[in-house]
């Protein structure tokens, strides 16, 4: 069961994780679509629960917005399609306002709820402090844009983005290929 649950974490968060760049959608949707799916069963009564955390609120804002918009839209589509393997996700979106803290007290909150895997969170610190607690849990988590490398110093945790020092690196290559210096 904790292979499947990982390879199905894996397959949800890449779909979902392709359609968090994309624009905003309309925020009726959105919501109608999160809507749908809490509740919702597979044919089989099976629901995995999929928690996210980032800022919605604060000056990050609007990087917590669109992972959970885009991820939204992204589990509407799977569970219009059958969900996976016939079971429907749920998902839970919690407002972290970029602090390390409040993460951590998030993620207790959605592992009382029932979380299976966490998408997030959303912003290098926070990920930092609440990586340490899904370690301790051993439960899947894969971060959309956490980028420091304490981000993913634990055998649980996956990132889709670069890290801080691929992304100097990339940016150097790219001033000096382009003579932008």
């Known amino acids: 069961m904790k292979k499947r649950v990982v390879s199905l ?9 392709m359609t968090a760049c994309g624009g905003s959608g309309n925020a009726s949707t959105s919501e109608s679509a999160a809507e749908d799916a809490q509740g919702a069963e597979g044919a089989d ?20 917005e669109a992972v ?6 992204a589990i509407n589509e799977i569970n219009e399609a059958g969900g996976i393997n016939g079971a429907q996700i749920e998902f839970q ?13 998030a993620c207790n909150t959605l592992k ?17 402090a609440v990586a340490a607690e899904t370690a301790n ?15 993913i110093a634990n055998d ?14 990339l940016s150097a290559d790219y001033i000096v290929e382009n003579s932008l210096a």
């Open 9 to 17: 974490g894996l397959a949800a968060m890449m779909a979902m994780s």
């Open 45 to 64: 009564g099976e629901v995995f629960k999929i928690g996210g955390i980032g800022p919605i609120t604060g000056a990050a804002g609007a990087y917590g």
């Open 68 to 73: 959970k918009n885009g991820t939204e839209l």
């Open 93 to 105: 979106f919690q407002d972290d306002e970029h602090d390390a803290e409040k993460s951590v007290n």
């Open 112 to 128: 009382d709820w029932g979380m299976q895997i966490l998408m997030g969170t959303v912003t290098s610190n926070p990920c930092i």
């Open 137 to 151: 849990d051993n439960m899947f988590q894969l971060t959309p844009s956490g980028s420091a490398e304490g981000c």
């Open 156 to 169: 649980n945790a996956f990132r889709v983005c670069f890290s801080d020092p691929e992304q100097g690196t």
